[in-house]
T-cell receptor
Framework: DAKTTQPTSMDCAEGRAANLPCNHS???????VYWYRQIHSQGPQYIIH???NNETNEMASLIITEDRKSSTLILPHATLRDTAVYYC?????????????FGQGTRLTINP | NAGVTQTPKFRILKIGQSMTLQCAQD?????MYWYRQDPGMGLKLIYY???????DKGEVPNGYNVSRSTTEDFPLRLELAAPSQTSVYFC????????????FGPGTRLTVL
């Protein structure tokens, strides 16, 4: 699996868009970018994933660069409840058990 | 649906004791996983299962055992607990289709003294 690099921490004002970057310069053609988050002491929660096109769901948007070497998770209107650690994971979307590899992620703090 | 449930929430063990961490899911997911998370770190995969009767090692399996006799349950057994096993343990499940996202339980916080 390709390695990912994320900033250790970020701050964002409540109501503003939070943009979380992730570098994955060694990503392979069949590997997807997955995002999970972990709110304090809880189990991780799936947010979104994508291959090469931008993706959007009710939680967030995912922007993947054309060369696929980096991506950005966007929380459009951050709330205090979005304070969490965000994990960017690169993984082939095979039919089978997904052995996710979690790095240290980005600790996002939403400030009032 | 209750989703993924784990018991107990907290446990303190003495060195050398044994215990079983329980995990159950009611989503009829084929795949189940056990992770551990040490303070300030990401999750590491201990064991996983692709179906009843089938289990396999993850990244950090030493000191643990698992079994999968039913689709719903995936217990994790600690034999001869050691201080290095002090951690938060998360169970997860997923369905082998669609987004294949993993659903996580609330975790079990284990301290070995």
């Amino acid at each position: 699996d390709a390695k990912t690099t994320q900033p250790t921490s970020m701050d964002c004002a409540e109501g503003r868009a939070a943009n979380l970057p992730c570098n994955h310069s060694t990503i392979s053609g069949n590997e997807y970018v997955y995002w999970y988050r972990q709110i304090h002491s809880q189990g991780p929660q799936y947010i979104i994933h994508g291959l090469k096109n931008n993706e959007t769901n009710e939680m967030a948007s995912l922007i993947i660069t054309e060369d696929r070497k980096s991506s950005t998770l966007i929380l459009p209107h951050a709330t205090l409840r979005d304070t969490a650690v965000y994990y960017c994971i690169v993984r082939a979307k095979i039919q089978g058990a997904q052995k996710l590899v979690f790095g240290q992620g980005t600790r996002l703090t939403i400030n009032p | 649906n209750a989703g993924v449930t784990q018991t107990p929430k907290f446990r303190i063990l003495k060195i050398g004791q044994s215990m079983t961490l329980q995990c159950a899911q009611d989503m009829n997911h084929n795949y189940m996983y056990w992770y551990r998370q040490d303070p300030g770190m990401g999750l590491k995969l201990i064991y996983y299962s692709v179906g009843a009767g089938i289990t396999d090692k993850g990244e950090v399996p030493n000191g643990y055992n698992v079994s999968r006799s039913t689709t719903e349950d995936f217990p994790l057994r600690l034999e001869l607990a050691a201080p290095s096993q002090t951690s938060v343990y998360f169970c997860a499940s997923s369905y082998p289709a669609g987004d294949n996202e993993q659903f996580f339980g609330p975790g079990t916080r284990l301290t070995v003294l």
